[in-house]
């Protein structure tokens, strides 16, 4: 496992095969495809500089010099081989002092992975560009809930930086665009929100052309092509000169005016409110990283892109609904989001959802637009709910926790000969950019060699997923002559400062092929990553696969890995063993199946669209948590340990604390919460009691701090009705019919799911055959 981390460590990158299959029907029975899942802003090791200069490229396929480029010292005019591409390339003049003594970053062994800050000298960072927030806040909803928004918002703005430009728009059943810049009365441009506004439209009747004539011809964009920056004042501004005015707004907002009768919804127009603010962005401040900030408390039942009627008696859409294609709004809206998704990225910006409510906002709706464009998303039950609040102040927080938001991102990946791309799925859009190097299968964002990250930050993952083309293996001294595969992620990104970066890594795997490869590829397995991709996969399938069945897909891959790779006699299942670097991924895949991803009884549309959201954006670490929660145990007879994922696990006299990501949960045993409920921890001579009740909250603590967006705690007892977030990621080994009576103090799940230890007795039994 280590060298996996350690890899990661200096790439970012977590690939489940590590020794590659050679062919394409070795790369068949793999099962898991070739794949990584990459992390383009990871924060690289300290020791590594950032290189003042633009990188050098090969002029045939434009790959960036890396330390496996082959450098020739002897000639006059030093030339180095491209590792992709085998072109000949010569070194410009100001290279000529290298030798291999005199070595430049870029070609060092350690710097696979390396920084150039592009900007050129004589163009000016564009500072504080990158940071526009444009708020879109609701007001159709209830007074208590506004009071927390408004409180929520009014001390984040005291937390953003000086230069960064701010707006604000508001909306219910009409469409508020405030004039921060008028200062004497408070100013608001009103549009309806039941039909679709145009950027024309917006245009015009906010009064961008009031001083100066509108130009005959070409696309209006911002200062550079006619607007004045006077006009664009007017709604966006640097935080500092309208703190004033932004925070009378704040503070005198009222619920949204317009009755709603007893019967019916609140008439609210959040794709109308959506699409003014990415006009209102598109013409003012186009190509730079801008954000808007969506809060939603409701659904949308106004105008495009509602999600609901306005009769309450006409429930939400349910995944029995989406199934059966009987939600008569989901598709229009869908397809409504998928416009808003192009425009946004074609300007650049980005679309962040906060929805707070109890019941569905339409999440599952606007994923597709905060997917595309690389937006973040929090979900909670209030705008009073600590997830809302302490995620919303991690967006502007600076310091050791800050999420590094950058923007503007552009990724392009180059690859031997013998491999093609299929796809990428993750939080990026398509560039349309094809060439020889995509492959005739497309998964995810595929058909394409670049991609467009209009946001992207520190934890920003993304799983990349290959196909191998060479048909037959070679003969076996052309294998050990040329058995690399080479691999170059590159990401141009405007980073926090305003400054243009571009991030190069470049990798290299050892193929094989033929008969005696298995040991090689076990060898390389990293079976965190292999669970990490598995999940991405089976998601995606579910969302863009009609008739797909999840349950069977996942049992069949794991079958067929398991017959391929484990050791067993055959027809015997008493003799199968798999390999250690194998031994887990069955336990993982046991955990996917029962996972929120895959049994999505129980959860609205808009969960399932949220955990799948979050799974396509985080690395391997975090993904494996929301696979297969940890678990940590207290008692006064160890200090903390991990503990098994299992009913078995509960004791009278034992803390749990379990990480399941989007919830951390506290479980007191029996004995503990009757001691605690008498006040035993209050009392000076118990003072280990009092340490062993404190121990879980501040490492759940420590968990809440890390992560973004900040999980749900729950703090419950044994017995009570809060367990249950518990209960149910423990695997059933003690149910209400099983044979063996609960151990006393020990707890028993009433369920009819099959516990692990018989789903490994199946696995064992059909891999033999």
């Known amino acids: 496992m280590t060298e996996f981390?350690?890899?990661?460590?200096?790439d970012s990158v977590r690939m489940p095969w590590n020794v590659l299959p050679g062919t394409k029907s070795d790369a068949a029975n793999c099962v898991i495809p070739i794949s990584a899942i990459y992390t383009p802003l990871k924060p690289l090791p300290p020791t590594t500089p950032l290189l003042p200069y633009s990188p050098l490229r090969c002029r045939n396929c434009r790959s960036v010099i890396n330390p496996f480029a082959i450098v020739d010292f002897s000639s006059v005019n030093k030339i180095w081989i491209c590792s992709f591409c085998l072109q000949r390339n010569y070194f410009p003049p100001h290279y000529q002092s290298i030798s291999d003594q005199n070595l430049p970053a870029e070609l060092f062994p350690q710097y696979t992975t390396i920084e150039y800050e592009t900007t050129a000298t004589n163009e000016k960072a564009q500072v504080g560009?990158?940071?526009i927030f444009l708020f879109v806040v609701d007001t159709c909803?209830?007074?208590e809930e506004l009071g927390f928004m408004k409180s929520a918002l009014l001390q984040v703005l005291g937390m953003v930086p000086e230069n960064c430009l701010i707006g604000l728009i508001t909306f219910g059943t009409y469409i508020q665009v405030h004039e921060l810049g008028f200062a004497q009365i408070p100013k608001v441009h009103v549009f309806k929100g039941s039909k679709e506004v145009t950027k024309d439209q917006v245009l015009e009747q906010m009064g961008f052309f009031a001083k100066r004539p509108r130009p005959t011809t070409g696309v209006i964009a911002g200062v550079r092509d006619g607007l004045s920056q006077?006009?664009?004042?007017?709604?966006?501004?640097?935080?500092?000169?309208?703190?004033?005015v932004l925070n009378s707004i704040l503070e005198e907002l009222q619920k949204d005016p317009w009755p709603v009768p007893s019967d019916q919804r609140a008439a609210r127009c959040t794709g109308t409110a959506l699409s003014v603010a990415a006009h209102l962005l598109g013409v003012c401040v186009p190509g730079s990283g801008a954000r808007i900030l969506a809060f939603l408390g409701g659904p949308s039942t106004e105008g495009p892109g509602a999600i609901a009627s306005k009769i309450l008696s006409e429930p939400m859409r349910s995944h029995k609904d989406l199934d059966k294609d009987s939600a008569p709004h989901y598709h229009k809206a869908v397809?409504?989001?998928?416009?808003?998704?192009k425009q946004l990225v074609h300007q650049g910006h980005v679309l962040d959802v906060f929805a707070c409510a109890l019941d569905q906002v339409g999440v599952a709706e606007l994923k597709v637009a905060v997917e595309k464009t690389g937006g973040l998303v929090v979900l909670a039950e209030s705008f009073g709910h600590s997830v809302f609040k302490e995620s919303l102040r991690r967006v502007f927080q600076s310091g050791d926790h800050d999420l590094g938001l950058s923007s503007n991102g552009i990724f392009e990946i180059s690859c031997s000969k013998d491999i093609k791309i299929q796809g990428v799925i993750g939080p990026c859009a398509s560039l349309e950019k094809k060439g020889p190097l995509c492959s005739e299968t497309v998964i995810g964002q595929g058909n394409t060699t670049a991609w467009k990250l209009c946001g992207l930050d520190k934890t920003t993952s993304l799983c990349l997923i290959f196909d191998i083309v060479k048909k037959e293996s070679s003969d076996a001294i052309a294998q050990s002559a040329n058995n690399q595969f080479y691999f170059q992620f590159l990401t141009y990104y405007q980073h926090g400062s305003g400054h243009m970066r571009l991030r190069a890594t470049t990798l290299s795997r050892r193929w094989i092929a033929g008969p005696g490869s298995k040991e090689d590829l076990i060898s390389g397995f990293d079976q965190e990553a292999a669970a990490a991709v598995m999940a991405r996969q089976v998601s995606f399938k579910m969302e863009n696969e009609a008739e797909f069945d999840p349950i069977r897909w996942l049992d069949k891959s794991l079958i067929h890995i398991c017959s391929r790779f484990?050791?067993?006699?055959k027809d015997t299942p008493s003799s199968f063993t798999l390999s250690p670097r194998f031994s887990i991924f069955p336990q993982f895949m046991f955990n996917l199946r029962r996972s929120q991803f895959v049994?999505?009884?129980?959860?609205s549309p808009d969960e399932t669209a949220y955990f799948r959201m979050i799974l396509n954006r985080e690395n391997v670490a975090n993904s494996v948590v929301m696979i297969q929660p940890s678990m940590i145990s207290y008692s006064f007879h160890s200090g903390p340990e991990p503990a098994l994922l299992d009913v078995s696990s509960i004791a009278a006299d034992r803390i749990l604390l379990l990480d399941s990501y989007f919830t951390v949960v506290i479980f007191h045993g029996s004995t503990i919460a009757q001691w605690r409920k008498a006040g035993y921890?209050?009392?000076p001579e118990h003072q280990a009691f009092t340490q062993l009740l404190q121990a879980p909250r501040d490492d759940a603590d420590a968990i809440i701090r890390e992560r973004f967006p900040v999980p749900r705690l729950v703090i419950c007892d044994q017995h009570g009705s809060q367990a249950r977030f518990l209960l149910a990621k423990l695997n059933p080994s003690a149910t209400y019919n099983s044979d063996i009576p609960a151990v006393p103090g020990g707890d028993i799940l009433f369920t009819d799911d099959v516990s692990f230890e018989v789903f490994l007795d199946h696995l064992q039994r059909l891999a033999v055959q």
């Open 230 to 244: 006077e006009s664009i004042a007017r709604f966006l501004l640097p935080a500092s000169n309208c703190e004033f």
């Open 566 to 569: 484990g050791e067993y006699q």
């Open 5 to 10: 981390l350690d890899l990661e460590f200096q």
């Open 681 to 683: 921890h209050e009392q």
């Open 129 to 131: 560009s990158s940071n």
């Open 141 to 143: 909803v209830i007074e």
């Open 599 to 603: 049994q999505v009884f129980n959860n």
């Open 335 to 341: 397809k409504f989001y998928e416009e808003l998704s």
